[in-house]
């Protein structure tokens, strides 16, 4: 992108949001908040039990209840969908089999959310209980007890292996093999804003639905497939969320009813759900259990890693086969790795199914390694952030799995965390009860390829000026409270030298704006900012092609600053945006352009190397203290530091901001947020229940628990990213948890191998401590997993040309 | 949105009133002040009274009367308690224990009369219909059995009131008002353990108002054990009271722990009369205290843990009576000062 060197203006600079007066005001409208005339009210009947079959159900006194309209079943929707092409197992409404308590059967639309409610209590069902599979230790014992008919084999959903140089032979030849088992419990994403739809049928008969939704663009594909209409006779606006994390990415079978519903009534159909069914909704972190085998030289270098990683997915496929991925691909970017191994497996379970949350798969991994090397450092005698500074990857190197890594600023971040911490002071030194930790990460800047095979843009923008002078942005991404309309708002508005008060967004709305794939993977900013970038470079390029003649100079050296349009070497000569706009309107007709972006081809040309490759990577590094009471094992966070590389920050108030959520997010699962279940005593009950499921119940923090944090945000612009912006929305969440439990072992001495930490566990890892034993707590076991043969690739620097190759020595056989 | 069932609404002026109302209605009317526990609770149908009986606008329950002691209206919200002048200094651990209550939105609807009567509490109990109905339910609401512990006779719920155990402590005493009379009690005789019928209270009874001796010498302290510095139930309440002699020798003491028991836990602190509150007779009393607390395994964190803690936070509140500076640990464990 050849923007003119200028000095920036808007990018760069702490601005208000350009959606803040509307939210501090309550005039932005959530799904929740919209209200058709003759508007209907849906609710969902869902399931009691965790695994059972329909055998009838009988709706009829439903149907005949005062204020009803319509009831739906799983008969009404005989096509299927799952936001990935390869996991196409779920139903709006389940038609034979039950899966999870909470897995919705029918739907009543009646004219208020009370007689609806009313009538789900008249629908008789009858099941037929099936075994119960609670853990992926019990869906692997278990393979006949199957969830679903499809996956790899039993309740293995996706079971994948790569091997990029002999892992085996690198750890032989280590001088020490460290080999550690973490387990990290799921989580859910916890948004102030429940879901909410609106479906309508416009004054044309097409269908018209609003939505809490991250990716328009993807639930619209569904809606057609399932509904059997045409996409262009769907239009679906994703409102503005009140938050998403990537709870609201996966279509939700809600959407499909209100829509069904739309379609059948020709009336307005909404649905808000509850608190409740939120929770079962899902899509949060998967609960992991890893084991790291890891070779070290002497001096504290990375040789080889084998990773293993076995998720517990749930009851639906979800993203599960990218979440199943990201467990083990980003591994590599953060340090030089020669030799990498990872296999990873995800079972089916009777429970809520697991899918994308803040940092897709990565935080696990990057919580077992982070750990695993403060152990190293404590072995080797290093100091835990030196070790990590001596071996940071290098701008434009490959990894072992063939990722580019780009620009990064991971050794500043780890110097500036540091520094503001003083952690050269505090580290080992500070008195009983009280310590501080460092861990580090990477995340990366939208995913390479889109969730369905395509050769088509991530993103397009098109951008509309006029006379008046305002100028007009369209794109399909999606404000999930981010603040990706104020980004788009911003870029465009640097280019044109204007204010971001003269622009307008129009965004998440498919039958308006051009295709965005949506508010995941810390896509936006990169990609629909190059996007914008491209279409308003055109743009101004048109202004300045038509203008330079009435100023005299040619157009390189139009100048847009402020407002106004001018010659660069006489700013006197010169005239308002507005007048420059009609002046080319004149000339060039009614003026609009459009930008788009396709990220770059991977280096990797394995199967399976499509996950995991990014235009750009973020780093952070952070820094946690903590005090800990040797009595009763209470945890205390006081305070937390924590650089990152952000390349350029477009809105610093804004990333700011962000990085603060996400180390707020990222303390809550390091100490006290877990998404779990009970049974009951078998021989009482078959019952598996979410344990939680409420906002008092769910531990996250408040504003009360939350510490200090001193933000630096690392500034060193990146060519691929627009102005040589990065993503900020995931990647600080991610060091804080093994931040977390190294300062806990800083404070007292204890390991705490698995998330959330709490206090019954310090305690009971202090108790050990007193007694002589190892103070640790963590999984004891990893089970037999039968995964595949790895995919065997050579690394860039032992020959490899990014394909898959033959392993340079028979399997199975140990190298000596 | 969960969705109230429907009930009819009554908006007496008067204790006389409403207590005219409670007789007539009977078993089918129920008492709402801030509404706070009882809406949710209706919601997830726990209670479904054909008729709520709402205090908010009788005038008197919001009186606050000093004279040989404090006279507490049973109406005043707790954002009103924690305003009462001279509260802090003269009944900390009330103060204490309200300042901790739920939330600051919460305690500006919240009553202290709605505290004391609080239902009690169960992870198997305060989940919606449809969760309750995936389990079978339970004997406190629509079911046979306690999941709790399986062969439990009784409902083990929990009482999970801060400003009670504090009250207890403090020594006050609560009058209930009905049709019929009215009849003044200790608060701890408000309450047994039973997690179904927990309190002694007649259902055609109001709690009008709360009466606190003289300070006369006692100094009180509330410590509250929850996950959060805000929002959480009690996982362990401590409210300690005692009289101390100029030399720091206790006259007379009162020990209650919250949330470890279906009622508000009196426990036994004779053993402190006439002693010091030296770091051995606190540890003492505090694996008194420990030993007689019972958490289950229906409420937030490990009932084990829940358990052990008990003797740290009895310290915690002895060392505060004894004029300890515990600043620095209550901003660790309560996240605020209070």
């Not at chain 2, 919200?77 to 924690?82: D, I, K, Q, S, Y």
Request: charged fraction near 25%; hydrophobic fraction near 40%.
């Amino acid at each position: 992108m050849s923007a003119p060197q200028k000095r920036l203006e808007v990018v760069g600079r702490s601005r208000r949001r350009v959606d803040a007066r509307a939210k501090v005001l309550g005039q932005l409208r959530f799904a929740d908040d919209l209200v058709l005339p003759r508007m209907l009210h849906a609710k969902l009947l869902r399931s009691p039990h965790p695994h059972a079959v329909i055998e009838s159900l009988d709706a009829s006194r439903a149907r005949s209840h005062p204020g009803v309209h319509l009831v739906l079943t799983g008969r009404d929707f005989p096509v299927p969908f799952g936001i990935m092409p390869v996991s196409q197992d779920e139903y709006p409404l389940a038609p034979e089999r039950v899966r999870y308590v909470g897995d919705p059967v029918a739907a009543v639309i009646a004219r208020d959310e009370q007689t609806a409610g009313e009538a789900l209590e008249l629908i008789e069902v009858k099941y037929r209980a099936l075994p119960t599979i609670a853990t992926p230790e019990e869906a692997l014992a278990h393979p006949e007890t199957r969830i679903h008919d499809y996956g790899e084999q039993g309740n293995i959903h996706r079971n994948q292996a790569y091997e990029f140089g002999d892992v085996e032979d690198a750890l032989a030849n280590a001088d020490h093999v460290f080999e550690d088992l973490f387990f990290y419990e799921g989580n859910t994403h916890l948004p102030m804003e429940q879901q909410a739809s609106l479906a309508a049928i416009d004054g044309e008969g097409k269908l018209l639905l609003s939505s809490s939704t991250q990716n328009p663009h993807y639930l619209h594909r569904q809606l057609a497939q399932v509904l059997q209409i045409p996409a262009a006779q769907i239009r679906v606006i994703a409102c503005p969320n009140g938050g998403g994390f990537g709870g609201k990415c996966d279509p939700g079978g809600h959407e499909f009813v209100v829509c069904k519903a739309a379609l059948l009534l020709g009336r307005p159909v909404k649905i808000g759900l509850t608190r409740q069914e939120v929770f079962y909704v899902h899509r949060g972190r998967h609960p992991v259990l890893m084991k790291l085998r890891t070779g070290v030289s002497r001096d504290g270098r990375l040789t080889a890693m084998h990773l293993q990683t076995l998720l517990d997915g749930g009851a639906y496929g979800s993203h599960g086969p990218a979440s199943t991925f990201y467990t083990g691909v980003l591994t590599p970017v953060t340090y030089e790795l020669p030799r990498f191994k990872f296999e990873a497996c995800r079972v089916f379970t009777n429970k809520p199914a697991c899918g994308p949350k803040r940092g897709h798969g990565t935080p696990q991994p990057r919580f077992g390694q982070e750990v695993q090397l403060d152990k190293i450092a404590e072995k080797l005698r290093l100091d835990p952030a030196k070790l990590r500074l001596n071996m940071v990857t290098k701008p434009g190197s490959l990894t072992a799995s063939w990722l580019r890594v780009g620009t990064t600023g991971l050794a500043e971040c780890i110097r500036k965390a540091v520094e503001i911490s003083g952690w050269k002071a505090k580290h080992r030194k500070l008195p009983p009860g009280r310590g501080v930790g460092i861990a580090c990460s990477t995340y990366m800047c939208g995913a390479g390829v889109s969730i369905y095979w395509n050769k088509m843009p991530h993103s397009g923008v098109q951008l509309l000026v006029d006379r008046s002078g305002q100028v007009t942005v369209f794109c399909g991404s999606t404000e999930i409270g981010q603040g990706s309309d104020d980004v788009l708002a911003a870029i465009v508005a640097e280019v044109l030298g204007v204010d971001t008060g003269v622009v307008r967004c129009v965004t998440g709305d498919t039958g308006l704006t051009p295709v965005d794939l949506g508010s995941y993977s810390s896509r936006v900013t990169i990609m629909m900012g190059n996007a914008a970038m491209q279409a308003a470079e055109r743009m101004r390029e048109q202004i300045a092609g038509s203008v330079c003649e009435t100023l005299g100079t040619t157009p390189e050296r139009v100048a847009f600053s402020q407002g106004r349009v001018f010659a660069a070497e006489d700013p006197g000569k010169g005239m308002s945006f507005a007048e420059a706009v009609a002046i080319t309107e004149a000339k060039l007709g009614t003026l609009s352009t459009v930008g788009s972006y396709t990220p770059p081809k991977p280096p990797g040309k394995y199967k399976g190397g499509g996950v995991g490759p990014s235009p750009a990577y973020s780093f952070s590094a952070c820094v946690v203290a903590v005090e800990v009471d040797e009595k009763t094992g209470w945890i205390h966070v006081p305070k937390i530091w924590i650089a990152h590389d952000i390349g350029r920050a477009i809105n610093p108030v804004l990333a700011r901001g962000q990085v603060i959520g996400g180390v707020y997010m990222g303390l809550g699962e390091a100490l006290m947020e877990e998404q779990v279940f009970r049974r009951l005593p078998p021989k009482l009950s078959a019952a598996l229940v979410h344990r939680i499921p409420s906002m008092l119940d769910y531990k996250s923090l408040t504003a009360l628990d939350m510490p200090e944090v001193e933000v630096a945000l690392i500034e060193d612009p990146d060519p691929n990213c627009p102005f040589g912006a990065k993503e900020v929305g995931q990647g600080p969440l991610l060091p804080v948890m093994p931040a977390v439990a190294n300062a806990i072992y800083d404070a007292v001495g204890v390991r705490i191998d698995e998330l959330p930490i709490t206090p019954d566990k310090v305690l009971a890892a202090l108790e050990l401590k007193a007694q002589g034993k190892t103070p640790r707590i963590g999984p004891a076991r990893f089970p037999e997993v039968p995964y595949p043969k790895p995919m065997f690739v050579l690394p860039p620097w032992e020959g490899g040309d990014g394909n898959e190759s033959k392993m340079p020595r028979p399997l199975g056989v140990a190298a000596s | 949105m969960m969705r109230l069932p429907w009930f009819d609404y009554r908006a007496p002026r008067s204790v006389e009133e409403a207590a005219k109302i409670l007789a007539w209605e009977g078993n089918g009317a129920m008492l709402i002040a801030g509404g706070t526990d009882l809406l949710p609770n209706m919601k997830r149908r726990h209670q479904m009274p054909q008729t709520l009986v709402s205090v908010r606008q009788v005038e008197a329950l919001k009186k606050i009367a000093n004279g040989s002691g404090l006279r507490l209206g049973a109406g005043l919200t707790l954002t009103e308690l924690l305003a009462v002048r001279g509260l802090r200094e003269r009944y900390r651990a009330l103060a204490q224990a309200a300042a901790q209550v739920a939330t600051p939105q919460l305690r500006n609807m919240g009553t202290l009369g709605g505290n004391l009567c609080l239902d009690t509490r169960c992870t198997y109990y305060n989940q919606n219909y449809e969760w309750r109905k995936a389990i079978d339910f339970c004997m406190k609401k629509d079911g046979e059995v306690c999941w709790v512990a399986t062969a439990s006779k009784r409902c083990l719920a929990v009482s999970s009131t801060d400003t009670a155990p504090a009250l207890i402590a403090l020594g006050a005493r609560v009058k209930l008002v009905s049709a019929a009379g009215e009849r003044e009690i200790a608060l701890a005789e408000l309450y047994q353990n039973d997690g179904i019928d927990y309190l002694k209270r007649k259902p055609d009874e109001i709690l009008t108002e709360v009466l606190l001796p003289q300070p006369d010498g006692w100094r009180s302290s509330y410590w509250k054990l929850r996950r959060r510095g805000s929002f959480d139930f009690p996982l362990l309440g401590v409210a300690a009271a005692a009289k101390l002699a100029a030399d720091g020798t206790v006259e007379a003491a009162r020990l209650v722990l919250g949330a470890v028991s279906s009622h508000p836990l009196v426990i036994k602190s004779d053993a402190l009369a006439g002693r010091k509150l030296t770091d051995d007779v606190i540890a003492e009393i505090g694996e008194a205290a420990q030993s007689r607390a019972k958490p289950m395994d229906n409420t937030d964190m490990d009932l084990r843990w829940r358990k052990h803690v008990v003797a740290d936070f009895v310290g915690y509140a002895l060392r505060e009576l004894r004029g300890d500076d515990m600043s620095a640990m209550r901003l660790r464990i309560a996240k605020q000062l209070v």
